[in-house]
């Protein structure tokens, strides 16, 4: 049963940094290659929102709001996801939930439970 578990959010100021780690426990490392990995993020009344992603292997894409400050890298022998986050903005409060999309090998996607990031002004 594959799960994944975020950690690292917290309380900073703005300006700040934070990391934000996803681990992907009963995924096989073939599947974990080929997947999707993805960090959303969500505010209380709004939709979930895409911020950064590793799509067809190794190409990083982000949402132009966090350009030049998160950094989405992984570690794939320990199923992990990672967000660096710098120069934090109150804007990027939120709950962040990282994705993996495997609907190519296990016919379907994954969600994390979320960690919360409160960014103060």
């Known amino acids: 049963q594959v799960r994944l578990m975020e950690s690292g959010g917290g309380f900073v100021q703005a300006g700040g940094s934070l990391r934000l780690s996803c681990k992907a426990s009963g995924m096989i490392l073939s599947v974990f290659n080929s997947a999707t990995l993805s960090w959303y993020r969500q505010v209380p009344g709004k939709e979930r929102e895409f911020v950064a992603e590793?799509?067809?292997?190794?190409?990083?894409n982000y949402a132009d709001s966090v350009k030049g400050r998160f950094t989405i890298t992984r570690d794939n022998s320990r199923r992990t996801i990672y967000l660096q986050m710098k120069n934090l903005k109150p804007e990027d409060t939120g709950v962040y939930y990282c994705?993996?999309?495997?609907?190519?090998?296990?016919?379907?996607?994954?969600w994390g439970q979320g960690t919360q990031v409160t960014v103060s002004s």
């Open positions: 590793f799509a067809d292997g190794n190409t990083r």
């Open positions: 994705h993996i999309d495997a609907t190519t090998t296990y016919r379907r996607d994954y």
